[in-house]
C-alpha cells in the first residue's frame, strides 16, 4: 500500500499516546524519530527522517507562526514517495525517497493549509472517543510491553490481509472527520462544495464568484478572503481544468468568466 500517514484523534486519556509507545517498542525506536508538525516546515526539519521507519509527532497542533504551506508540500511529497532533498547541518545534502511513515497524534484536527485538498486523502484517520481521564489504569503500558511478540504476530497477520487487498480501509466512523479535515485546510473546497457547480458549460463572472466567496466566508466567520487573484489561484488548485475566458458583453466590454465552474 501507499498510505504513509495516519492520524490518531482523541480526548486526553483515550490512549493516543500508549498507542505510539508501544508501536515504537514493536518497530524498534532505533527505527523511528519524534519531529514536530512545525520543525518539517525548517530548513533542517526533514534530515531526521532519513533512514527511519516511524515519524510519531506527538501533539500535531501547530501555532500560527508556522508555515503550514510548506509542512503541507513536504508531507505530500514525502507521502507521494517522491524524491526529495534534505538539508542537513555542516555536511552535504541528502537525496532520495524517504521510506518513513507518519503516526500523528492530537486532542483536536489539526489546520495544515492545502489550497488542493489533497493531503487530507494521505490519511489514514482513527477517531477515539472513550476518555479514562481519573481512572487511568497505570500498569497498562507496561503489560502490553510485556505482550509485543503477540502484538507483532497480530500486527503480521494484518499486513497480510492488506498486502492481499492492496490498499487500507478508511474507517466509516472517519469520514466526518476527514470532510472536517479537507474543510480546515482549504476552505476554498468546502466554498466549491457548498454554493458551486463544477462542470463543463458552466461559468460564472471571476468577480461575482470572488463577491459570492466574501459572503461566504463572512457567514462561516472567517477572516481574510485575500484577494481576487489568490482566490482565483486557490480555485485552480481545487479545480485543475478551470479555464479563464474573456467574452464580449452586449456593448462589447469584454469581461473575464471561469469556465468549468458555476453557481448553484
Given at each position: 500500500?501507499?498510505q504513509?500517514?495516519?492520524?490518531?484523534?482523541?480526548?486526553?486519556?483515550?490512549?493516543?499516546?500508549?498507542?505510539?509507545?508501544?508501536?515504537?517498542?514493536?518497530?524498534?525506536?532505533?527505527?523511528?524519530?519524534?519531529?514536530?508538525?512545525a520543525?518539517?516546515?525548517?530548513q533542517?526539519?526533514?534530515?531526521?527522517?532519513?533512514?527511519?521507519?516511524?515519524?510519531?509527532?506527538?501533539?500535531?497542533?501547530?501555532?500560527?507562526?508556522?508555515?503550514?504551506?510548506?509542512?503541507a508540500?513536504?508531507?505530500?511529497?514525502?507521502?507521494?514517495?517522491?524524491?526529495?532533498?534534505?538539508?542537513?547541518?555542516?555536511?552535504?545534502?541528502w537525496?532520495?525517497?524517504?521510506?518513513?511513515?507518519?503516526?500523528?497524534?492530537?486532542?483536536?484536527?489539526?489546520?495544515i493549509?492545502?489550497?488542493?485538498g489533497?493531503?487530507?486523502?494521505?490519511?489514514?484517520?482513527?477517531?477515539?472517543?472513550?476518555?479514562?481521564?481519573?481512572?487511568?489504569?497505570?500498569?497498562?503500558?507496561?503489560?502490553?510491553?510485556?505482550?509485543?511478540?503477540?502484538?507483532?504476530?497480530?500486527?503480521?497477520?494484518?499486513?497480510?490481509?492488506?498486502?492481499?487487498?492492496?490498499?487500507f480501509?478508511q474507517?466509516?466512523?472517519?469520514?466526518?472527520?476527514?470532510?472536517?479535515?479537507?474543510?480546515?485546510?482549504?476552505?476554498?473546497?468546502?466554498?466549491?462544495?457548498?454554493?458551486?457547480?463544477?462542470?463543463?458549460?458552466?461559468?460564472?463572472?471571476?468577480?461575482?464568484?470572488?463577491?459570492?466567496w466574501?459572503?461566504?466566508?463572512?457567514?462561516?466567520?472567517?477572516?481574510?478572503?485575500?484577494?481576487?487573484?489568490?482566490?482565483?489561484?486557490?480555485?485552480?488548485a481545487?479545480?485543475?481544468?478551470?479555464?479563464?475566458?474573456?467574452?464580449?458583453?452586449?456593448?462589447?466590454?469584454?469581461?473575464?468568466?471561469y469556465?468549468?465552474?458555476?453557481?448553484?
Open positions: 500500500s501507499q504513509k500517514a495516519f492520524m490518531l484523534v482523541g480526548p486526553k486519556r483515550s490512549g493516543k499516546g500508549t498507542i505510539a509507545r508501544i508501536l515504537e517498542a514493536v518497530i524498534g525506536p532505533q527505527n523511528a524519530v519524534s519531529p514536530t508538525l520543525s518539517l516546515g525548517t533542517f526539519g526533514t534530515a531526521p527522517l532519513i533512514g527511519k521507519r516511524l515519524a510519531i509527532i506527538s501533539d500535531a497542533r501547530i501555532s500560527a507562526k508556522t508555515d503550514t504551506a510548506v509542512v508540500e513536504r508531507l505530500l511529497g514525502i507521502t507521494g514517495e517522491d524524491s526529495v532533498s534534505a538539508d542537513r547541518k555542516f555536511i552535504d545534502a537525496h532520495g525517497k524517504l521510506d518513513v511513515r507518519f503516526l500523528l497524534i492530537s486532542n483536536e484536527l489539526p489546520r493549509a492545502d489550497a488542493s489533497a493531503l487530507p486523502s494521505r490519511f489514514i484517520v482513527l477517531i477515539l472517543t472513550n476518555s479514562f481521564f481519573g481512572k487511568e489504569d497505570r500498569g497498562l503500558t507496561m503489560r502490553l510491553m510485556i505482550e509485543r511478540p503477540h502484538i507483532l504476530n497480530w500486527a503480521i497477520t494484518g499486513y497480510r490481509r492488506l498486502v492481499e487487498r492492496g490498499y480501509l474507517p466509516a466512523s472517519a469520514n466526518d472527520a476527514i470532510r472536517d479535515l479537507e474543510d480546515l485546510g482549504s476552505p476554498i473546497s468546502a466554498f466549491i462544495r457548498d454554493v458551486c457547480v463544477v462542470a463543463p458549460g458552466r461559468n460564472v463572472q471571476c468577480s461575482q464568484l470572488f463577491r459570492e466574501g459572503i461566504w466566508c463572512d457567514a462561516q466567520g472567517r477572516s481574510g478572503k485575500g484577494t481576487l487573484q489568490s482566490f482565483g489561484r486557490d480555485l485552480r481545487v479545480i485543475p481544468a478551470l479555464k479563464v475566458t474573456q467574452p464580449r458583453d452586449f456593448a462589447g466590454t469584454q469581461i473575464r468568466h469556465d468549468g465552474v458555476g453557481l448553484v
